[in-house]
Each structure stands twice: as C-alpha cells, then as structure tokens.
C-alpha cells in the first residue's frame, strides 16, 4: 500500500522557516519524482516543488524560487522541504506526493498523497 506521512507544519510570523518531512512507503522510492503540492481553502491545488530521483533535477513553483529547498534521502525514503522567507500567501496545507519525470520534465501524477500538513503564516 503506497503511503505519505506528511510533517514539520506549523504557525510561523512571515520571514520565518519551516521544514517539511515526507516519509514514503509501499512503493520502490527510487523509482519516482517525489515533490509537493499544497492547497490553500477554496484555491485550486498549487504544484510546489518536486525531485528527480535520477538525476536530482528539481523544479519549483514561481511563487517559491529562491525561498524554499526541496532534497531527498533515498535511504530513508524520505523527501524534505526547507521553506524559508515565508509569506502569509504560503499558508495552505502541504501534501507530499509522486510526480513522473520524464525527459527532463516534470509531470503531474499526483495518484496518492497523505494527509498533509498545515503551514499558516501570520502576517
């Protein structure tokens, strides 16, 4: 059974930091691009950032270029996200999920996620 535990939200002022934990299981890890989405309330679901496992490629929202940092630990099946400088237009929960990277680009899968992990950001 594929699963994601999503960790590290939190209530944070703007400016500060935060870093996400996703522990991934029931799959073969190094197999897939792992990365992260979030959705705020009543916005659409927002690709945030997400990993090669081949390569190391990475790809970032925008919104997030240059504030937050996205690695992998293949041997602890764990994919991490340091958010740093955070604005209160960050505030949404964050869900860790699979994407397919093909060709060096990133690709949508988003088949499973977890139950996420809220960040809000005071302002």
């Known amino acids: 059974e594929v699963q994601f535990v999503e960790s590290g939200g939190g209530l944070v002022q703007a400016g500060g930091s935060l870093r996400l934990s996703c522990a991934a299981s029931?799959?073969?890890?190094?197999?897939?691009?792992i990365g992260w989405f979030r959705q705020a309330p009543g916005k659409e679901r927002e690709g945030v950032s997400c990993?090669?496992?081949?390569?190391?490629?990475?790809y970032y929202a925008d919104s997030v270029k240059g504030r937050f940092t996205i690695s992998r630990d293949n041997a602890k099946n764990t994919v991490y996200l340091q958010m740093n400088s955070l604005k209160p237009e960050d505030t949404a929960v964050y869900y860790c999920?699979?994407?397919?990277?093909?060709?060096?680009?990133?690709?949508?899968?988003?088949?499973?996620w977890g139950q996420g992990t809220q960040v809000t950001v005071s302002s």
């Open positions: 029931g799959f073969t890890f190094d197999d897939y691009a």
């Open positions: 999920t699979r994407w397919e990277y093909s060709s060096g680009s990133f690709y949508r899968t988003w088949d499973y």
């Open positions: 990993i090669s496992s081949s390569d190391g490629s990475t």
